[in-house]
């Protein structure tokens, strides 16, 4: 079986900055892009950012030169740096990894749980 579980999220000030990781584990799996995506209560889930395995990233405009994404492919772990936040990134953060089983020709998305980041004035 294999898990996405996401880390970091918190309670900051506007301006402050967090690191959140999501990490990919278990057995016999193949990993693809990664992406982070955030929800609001009563808005759609957006993508915030993406990153290929040839390295290759790209960012919602609204976080764009403030949030990198980052990856550690021996770690199965993706991260994303969030610096000068603002209380708009208020959200719940999930990760999502395309994963092709060991077993399967086909790739899958996989969802983490997602992890609280709230930024306060």
């Known amino acids: 079986q294999v898990q996405v579980v996401e880390s970091g999220g918190g309670l900051v000030q506007a301006g402050g900055s967090l690191r959140l990781s999501c990490l990919a584990s278990g057995s016999a799996f193949s990993l693809g892009a990664m992406e982070w995506h955030r929800e609001v209560p009563g808005k759609p889930r957006e993508l915030v950012a993406g990153i290929r395995t040839t390295g290759n990233t790209n960012y919602a405009d609204s976080v764009k030169g403030r949030f990198t994404i980052s990856r550690d492919t021996a770690k199965n772990t993706v991260y994303l740096q969030m610096n000068s936040l603002k209380i708009d990134d208020t959200a719940v953060y999930y990760c999502?990894?395309?994963?092709?089983?060991?077993?399967?020709?086909?790739?899958?998305?996989?969802w983490g749980r997602g992890t609280q980041v709230t930024v306060s004035p």
């Open positions: 999502a990894a395309a994963i092709r089983l060991q077993a399967s020709r086909t790739w899958n998305v996989f």
